[in-house]
């Protein structure tokens, strides 16, 4: 028997050049390509913005998903926010309210998917 994956992540918000605190993260899992997703459960980032208590990966999973809810995060930082052109002109204020990234895995690594968010933009990697 392997060692299953295992998922960490984190969000930097480099709207403000700060860890986003408080952001929802539901983690679901496949175990194949043409699987059904499972949803494991979830974890709300610290205010280092990590997730130090994401749930295990079953074993045999190939794919993962990482949902992370960044509406709310948005508009507690409406203040931050004001002077964005898309709030300015009367925009829906958040232009991403959800991110989903999706990945593959194999038993035993470790991934670490730090996500850096800001209200008209995100990007994602592989850390370690």
Not at 3 to 10: D, E, L, M, N, Y
Not at 79 to 107: C, K, L, M, S, Y
């Amino acid at each position: 028997m392997s060692t299953p994956a295992s998922v960490s992540t984190h969000i930097l918000d480099t709207s403000v050049g700060r860890p986003a605190q408080g952001v929802a993260v539901h983690l679901v899992a496949r175990a194949g390509r043409d699987a059904d997703w499972r949803a494991l459960g979830g974890s709300t980032t610290d205010a280092d913005g990590r997730c130090r208590d994401l749930p295990a990966l079953p074993e045999g999973t190939t794919h993962v998903r990482l949902d992370f809810a960044v509406e709310p995060h948005f508009q507690s930082q409406a203040d931050a926010q004001r002077d964005a052109p898309a709030n300015r002109d009367g925009g829906p204020g958040v232009f991403f309210p959800e991110v989903v990234i999706t990945f593959a895995v194999v038993p035993g690594e470790h991934y670490h998917v730090p996500l850096l968010l800001n209200p008209f933009g995100y990007s994602v990697y592989r850390g370690s």
